[in-house]
């Protein structure tokens, strides 16, 4: 079952823009968290941005400044605007809220991934 949608992803020249977009399903009734990882080849998974459900933002140096994260917590919804685009941007994206269920403690849920290509 998947609890999350995500959308957006490409491949796009270094300086362009991507907007990836994550929409939770019904069964996560409460939210705590919503944010973005990305893992690039033969690199561990690591933090991109994320927001509180009362708003307050983290956003990793690496991508402050080009990097924009928003939520919209009655739509269940956690976009990333990427602009400025670089090739090590390069990776798949994960969306991924911090939240619970019908039933059963806060827990973390993830996205499929979505791949974000940037290449000349």
């Known amino acids: 079952q998947e609890h999350l949608v995500e959308s957006g992803g490409g491949l796009v020249q270094p300086g362009e823009s991507l907007r990836l977009s994550c929409e939770a399903s019904k069964t996560i009734v409460s939210i705590a968290a919503m944010g973005w990882y990305r893992q690039a080849p033969g690199k561990q998974r690591e933090f991109v941005a994320a927001?509180?459900?009362?708003?307050?933002?983290n956003t990793a140096d690496s991508v402050k400044g080009r990097f924009t994260l928003s939520i919209d917590i009655a739509k269940k919804r956690v976009d990333l605007q990427m602009n400025s685009l670089e090739p090590e941007d390069t990776a798949v994206y994960y969306c991924?809220?911090?939240?619970?269920?019908?039933?059963?403690?806060?827990?973390?849920?993830w996205g499929q991934g979505t791949q974000v290509t940037v290449s000349s």
């Open positions: 927001s509180t459900a009362g708003g307050f933002i």
């Open positions: 991924n809220i911090k939240g619970r269920g019908t039933t059963g403690p806060l827990r973390d849920y």
